[in-house]
DNA sequence: CCGCACATCAAACTTTCGGTTGACCGGGCG
DNA sequence: CGCCCGGTCAACCGAAAGTTTGATGTGCGG
């Protein structure tokens, strides 16, 4: 083992979650917690400084930037440390944009203390770490590919969003309600649903679209 | 300042959460965190057999039940401790099931550790202890009583937001259809919308119920 | 005590939505 | 070039949602 104690920085906007995280890791003799960010903007901030070996990244910050956008933010630049995900959903929208940000693992946030250190162990050391439940939705992913909407489907998928009918949406964007409603069958086929209200539910938790607030 | 500490029950199913609460909490001269409960189930149980005074109750658990079930199974016994709701939305279906179930304080994860600190004060001393931006949203609730949901109604809304279908909800409320078609109507009518997917349009706007993520 | 709000249910009705089938067109790709 | 995919549309039918009317029980406050 190294001598030197492998640096941390926690993002995370709960102080609550911030002190179980520190005091998780701090109990281990290799680690060694080196900083707290309360939004993903500190958190870049603080990791370009340098002086970090790994990032613990919430994805959901109260207000303003996303985890993911400030994972690309940190991995982005040359000699920067690993970030590893850490978060309560495990959507397919959150782990993908996770993994093209270039996070070095994937863990949610109901996993045991020692699974966590584990992963920080491994993500320092340059592997990947990712939670069995992510990898499996991974490999799901894969085995059934064709899963994205398309632009016109994600378009139509917004408004049934913000509450139209078929009929509104038709005329919205200059449409036959026939052509809103074979869009929408594809949502459902491809987000497993049978009505629009759980297609609009699943969206939602998959962050496919935006609900407003 | 009494000379016995307030014992603490934490009912979370995030053990980082609990690790959180408890390095925060345990800080405080005047509190001891005599449990955990991973589970809302375990939680009723703790609570039962007694030796606490302050239940910190999540709302959301991962499986099982609800945190507001378990704040209602734990408040109706005689002598029972203190429930305190700590979690992460401030949306009206949470914070009315919670205070109906008899809850002495709605507080927000993302609170400072002192305002948990002076919560757990209050609540152990019989009182209130409302996060601020919860007592306004009840104080908003008050000044408008003539288009405010009823629990039931926010309880069907909710389901229908999640997705499910009037047949799901009428067996997930051991209701008969017209029963969820009823309230539905009655809901429509205080949104001012005419269908499910705008009145959970207008209810997520309105921050009346939670919309996962 | 009476009225009112809330919650519950029933039945019949209209409208919308969901699912299916089939079709046309334009563009990208082997 | 021929093929497939994305986007467009039509017609149809059954299922679900929404509307209307009306009714019962319960609890709370004037």
Same mark, same amino acid.
């Given at each position: 083992?190294?001598?030197t104690?492998i640096?941390?920085?926690?993002?995370?906007?709960?102080?609550?979650?911030?002190?179980?995280?520190?005091?998780?890791?701090?109990?281990?003799?290799?680690?060694?917690?080196?900083?707290?960010?309360?939004?993903?903007?500190?958190a870049?901030?603080?990791?370009?400084?340098?002086?970090?070996?790994?990032?613990?990244?919430?994805?959901?910050?109260?207000v303003?930037?996303?985890?993911?956008?400030?994972?690309?933010?940190?991995?982005?630049?040359?000699?920067?440390?690993?970030?590893?995900?850490?978060?309560?959903?495990?959507?397919?929208?959150?782990?993908?944009?996770?993994?093209?940000?270039?996070?070095?693992?994937?863990?949610? /946030?109901?996993?045991?203390?020692?699974?966590?250190?584990?992963?920080?162990?491994?993500?320092?050391?340059?592997?990947s770490?990712?939670?069995?439940?992510?990898?499996?939705?991974?490999m799901?992913?894969?085995?059934?590919?064709a899963?994205?909407?398309?632009?016109?489907?994600?378009?139509?998928?917004?408004?049934?969003?913000?509450g139209?009918?078929?009929?509104?949406?038709? /005329?919205?964007?200059?449409?036959?309600q026939a052509?809103? /409603?074979?869009?929408?069958?594809?949502?459902?086929? /491809?987000?497993g649903?049978?009505s629009?209200?759980?297609?609009?539910?699943?969206?939602?938790?998959r962050?496919?679209?935006?609900?407003?607030?």
């Amino acid at each position: 083992m190294s001598t030197t104690p492998i640096r941390l920085l926690l993002a995370d906007d709960h102080p609550i979650v911030r002190a179980g995280l520190r005091a998780v890791l701090d109990a281990e003799p290799d680690f060694s917690v080196a900083g707290e960010a309360a939004t993903a903007e500190r958190a870049v901030e603080l990791a370009a400084s340098g002086g970090f070996d790994v990032v613990l990244m919430d994805l959901q910050f109260g207000v303003g930037m996303h985890g993911s956008a400030a994972t690309a933010a940190i991995t982005a630049r040359p000699g920067a440390p690993r970030v590893l995900v850490l978060t309560t959903y495990d959507t397919d929208a959150d782990i993908l944009a996770a993994v093209e940000a270039g996070a070095a693992g994937y863990l949610l /946030k109901d996993a045991p203390p020692q699974e966590l250190a584990a992963a920080v162990r491994t993500a320092a050391a340059g592997q990947s770490a990712l939670a069995p439940a992510v990898a499996h939705r991974l490999m799901d992913r894969m085995r059934t590919p064709a899963q994205a909407l398309t632009r016109r489907e994600l378009e139509v998928l917004q408004l049934v969003g913000d509450g139209l009918s078929n009929q509104q949406i038709s /005329k919205r964007l200059f449409l036959s309600q026939a052509t809103v /409603k074979s869009h929408l069958v594809h949502v459902y086929a /491809k987000l497993g649903v049978e009505s629009r209200t759980a297609a609009v539910a699943a969206a939602v938790a998959r962050r496919l679209i935006r609900q407003q607030g």
